[in-house]
């Protein structure tokens, strides 16, 4: 038993080397910081969050969210602190304005489209109604 | 009856119509590539148009160049560079024959020494010559953060009354001088 304490000893140590400035101590806060990290993108790398990412900025901002949330900024103001510096790309979740309008309403758009496509289908569908003479035609035939 | 068949033309030409507007946006992009107008990765900054933020930086340990605050950003005598850069920067060493270029035009450059050691800053200013009117030393890159740097290079135009009127991430290449940074400085010279 007291062989394997060092070895059980170990996480531990393995997380407290990994906590200093970009991991908090307090679970619930460093969940809530990790809930936002996992919505601002990666400057460096562009495709990835800043948790998901080893760059030195992202860690850097890692640390920023987690000192905000420290001093007391809310959620949103975490969020905005970030914004206000490197505007809406940095938010993976692009906020609603007139530049990303477009943006956020392509799918209603597609949407209404494929409706009024699905409609005019409908109402066209149905070959058009014979003719007198195309009526006269099978007898016509069937006399012969 | 010839509705119909109007219709139906109109439905054919639908999917040549949707491919020549792909086909014009693709080559409006080519070309904006080409001519550097338009650049996929480039982000605009979101202080354009802005002051610069607030802040204050101490000088790079041991350089006769003094450090600078963003008062001192403010009503310039003609419209000035923020350089941030640091001496591991690869692209920086690329960069740097441009600003020499503009020093040597009079443009003042505002350098900050982004997460460097200042022995290795002096050393590359000594060995390459020193392109700043003012160098200040931001190790933490806390204040670049401010600025909403992503990577050095990093550099801003700033007009007389202070105000961020461009800002490029990446190398300042002739290319780059030639068509945004000399005409932007005549701009608002």
Redesign the interface.
């Known amino acids: 038993m007291r062989l394997l304490l060092p070895f059980a000893l170990l996480p531990g140590l393995a997380l407290a080397a990994f906590l200093p400035a970009d991991r908090l101590a307090d679970p619930a806060a460093e969940a809530r910081a990790q809930s936002i990290g996992r919505e601002v993108r990666c400057?460096?790398c562009?495709g990835q969050s800043i948790e998901d990412s080893d760059a030195?900025?992202a860690r850097?901002?890692r640390r920023?969210i987690r000192e905000r949330l420290a001093v007391g900024d809310d959620d949103g103001a975490v969020r905005g602190f970030l914004?206000?510096?490197?505007?809406d790309?940095i938010l993976l979740r692009p906020p609603f304005s007139l530049a990303t309008a477009l943006l956020w309403a392509t799918p209603a758009l597609a949407f209404l489209l494929g409706l009024v496509l699905v409609r005019r289908r409908r109402q066209s569908a149905g070959p058009a109604p014979l003719t007198a003479e195309e009526q006269a035609r099978p007898e016509q035939l069937a006399r012969r | 009856m010839s509705g119909v068949l109007n219709r139906r033309r109109l439905l054919l030409a639908a999917p040549l119509g949707v491919a020549a507007a792909a086909g014009v946006g693709f080559w409006a992009m080519l070309s904006g590539l080409q001519d550097g107008s338009f650049n996929p990765?480039g982000?605009?900054?979101?202080?354009l148009g802005r002051p610069p933020?607030d802040f204050a930086l101490p000088p790079v340990e041991g350089s006769t160049l003094p450090g600078f605050a963003s008062a001192d950003l403010r009503g310039l005598e003609r419209p000035s560079l923020v350089n941030f850069w640091a001496s591991w920067c690869v692209p920086c060493i690329i960069e740097h024959p441009q600003l020499m270029a503009l020093r040597a035009e009079g443009v003042p450059i505002f350098g900050i020494s982004y997460?460097d050691r200042a022995p290795d800053a002096l050393q590359f200013l000594s060995r390459r010559g020193d392109p700043f009117l003012r160098l200040a030393a931001d190790p933490?890159?806390?204040v670049a953060?401010?600025?909403?740097v992503?990577?050095v290079p990093e550099s801003y135009i700033l007009d007389r009354q202070g105000i961020i009127r461009w800002r490029y991430a990446g190398p300042i290449t002739a290319d780059i001088m030639n068509e945004d940074v000399k005409p932007l400085l005549r701009r608002h010279a």
């Open positions: 400057m460096v562009q030195d900025l850097d901002l920023v914004h206000n510096r490197y505007g790309f | 990765r982000v605009p900054s979101a202080l933020p997460k933490p890159g806390r953060i401010d600025w909403g992503y990577g």
